[in-house]
Structures are given as C-alpha cells and as structure tokens.
C-alpha cells in the first residue's frame, strides 16, 4: 500500500472514487497493515498480493451497491415526476416501477457479492488455514469455520470470539433480514405488486412508494448499504488483527489519531493494541 504496485494502482485509478469506501477499507487497511514503516506481510508477498486482490474486489462490489443506490433513488424521483406531470387534479394515477425493481434486485445482488468476497480475507491472510469460502446460510458457516479455526494454532481466541459476536450481532439487526428480502425478490407477488400510486387534491399531493415487506424500499437500501459497509470494515479489521504479530491487536479508537489526514481519516475507526479496546494512540 505504501510501495502500491503497478496492478493495485491500474485498479484504484479505474475505481469510482468514494470518500467513504476509500477510508473505510483502502486507507483503514493500510493503517493497519502497512504504517509508520512496518511491513507486516514481509516475507509474506503472497498473502500481501491475496489481501489486496481480495480488498480491490470488495471495494468494487460495494461501489456497484452505491451505483445501484443511487440508480434508484434517480429513478424514483423521475417516477414522482411523471406522475405529478400526467395526474389530473382531484385525481389518482399508478405507475409500474420495474426499472426501480431492477436496480434493487442489482443492490441485493452486490450486496450478498460483498459478504462472500469479505469472507476471502480470512483465506487470504491464512492460505490453507482457513476453508470456509463464502458467507453461506447468512452468516451460519463462517460461524463454524471460526469455532473451527479456535482449535488450529495461535488463533487469537479473543478476537475471532470478538468476529463471531459482531456477524451474531449483525444478523440480528439487519443481515438475516436483507438476505431474507434478496430471496424473496424472486417471487412474482413481490413483482407484480411493485408500483407508484399519486393523489391529487387540489394542490395537495400523496404519494405512495413501493415497500416490501412493510418497508420503505429507497431508505431500506440507505440503512443496508451503511450497515454492510461498516460490517465489512469492522470485519477486515478484526481479521487484520488475528493475522497481526505476538500481542499486537487491534482495537476501536476513541479519537481519530490517524496518521492518514482529513477527510479521509474521519472513517480510520481502528487502531493497534494491545488488549480489547485499548489502542495504543502513542506518536
């Protein structure tokens, strides 16, 4: 990252530039693994050139959900629009929607994408070590290959103890939900049912936007592309921190003493340590 080579730098050029995506995962990462001089992947070339392939086609799988997130929300506003443009006064319209339904059932896509990708940086980082591949039965069989890893050598019990409450967590509040709705998003109800309704009183409008399963669909996939963005990097890092030397560690900062500077290092949320949550913050 610090000696960023011909094929990393090919793809961060050609990359969409996000401020967020950047700090969070390129710019977290490097804080990590490659600052104020110290190489952790030296002699480990392989496992240097795995990370940043994996890392690279996360960022991508997340910028194709931002494309995605922002195709709707376009398209949403020119679907209020035309309707607004066709609805008489005191009158109703309705408006079939499949190019919204296209672009969530995109937004899904990438973000199960993501997930699985995510799960290649254990395998990255422990080449051989580590066999679960992708995040399977939401979540459920990197689960089983964690436990699993606790019995292998030098597994930094504490931290994939820490990985393994982060994915519980997470379920809880909202993956098992968005895999639950990617899957439902085959069934022809779901389709059929996917449309705009305007009313017109006077000068008054109201407005109805598609939801499924009672949920406002543009705001949904706000809240899901936040909590997939921050589940990976808090993810990444704690993987970062089982591969990390003797006791280093890492922990979450409770100020931003990044090295790497505004704006970007608003979203470096990690930092080293030496014991859960306590980061050594010393220049």
């Known amino acids: 990252m610090d000696k960023i080579g011909k094929t990393e730098f090919d793809a961060l050029s050609k990359m ?4 967020e995506i950047m700090g969070r995962l390129y710019y977290q990462a490097k804080e990590l693994l490659l600052s104020d001089g110290f190489d952790f992947f030296n002699p480990k070339v392989k496992e ?15 910028s194709a959900m931002q494309y995605h997130l922002k195709g709707y929300e376009q398209h949403e506003q020119l679907c209020i629009g035309q309707m607004k443009a066709q609805c008489r006064p005191d009158g109703h319209i309705s408006l079939q929607a499949y190019e919204l339904l296209f672009e969530l059932e995109a937004f899904m896509f990438q973000m199960k994408s993501a997930l699985d990708l995510a799960v290649k940086f254990l395998e990255a980082l422990f080449p051989k070590r580590f066999k679960t591949k992708t995040f399977g039965d939401m979540g459920e069989n990197l689960i089983k290959g964690l436990e699993k890893f606790k019995g292998d050598k030098n597994p930094k019990t504490e931290i994939v103890d820490s990985i393994i409450s982060l994915i519980r967590d997470d379920q809880k509040a909202w993956l098992k939900q968005a895999i639950t709705l990617r899957t439902s998003l085959n069934h022809f109800k779901t389709i059929a ?23 406002d669909v543009l705001k949904y996939m706000q809240t899901i592309y936040t909590n997939c963005l921050e589940f990976i990097q808090d993810f990444m890092c704690l993987v970062i921190g089982m591969f990390l030397p003797g006791r280093l560690t890492v922990g979450i900062r409770d100020t931003n003493t990044s090295g790497i500077g505004e704006p970007l290092g608003q979203y470096i949320r ?14």
């Open 16 to 19: 969409p530039f996000d401020l």
């Open 48 to 62: 240097h050139d795995k990370f940043i392939a994996v890392l690279l086609n996360v960022m991508i799988k997340i």
């Open 193 to 215: 049912g996917y449309s705009y309704q305007a009313e017109r009183n006077s000068d008054q409008w109201q407005i109805t936007v598609p939801r499924i399963a009672g949920i």
């Open 270 to 283: 990690f930092g080293w340590g030496f014991a859960a949550n306590t980061v050594d913050s010393s220049d």
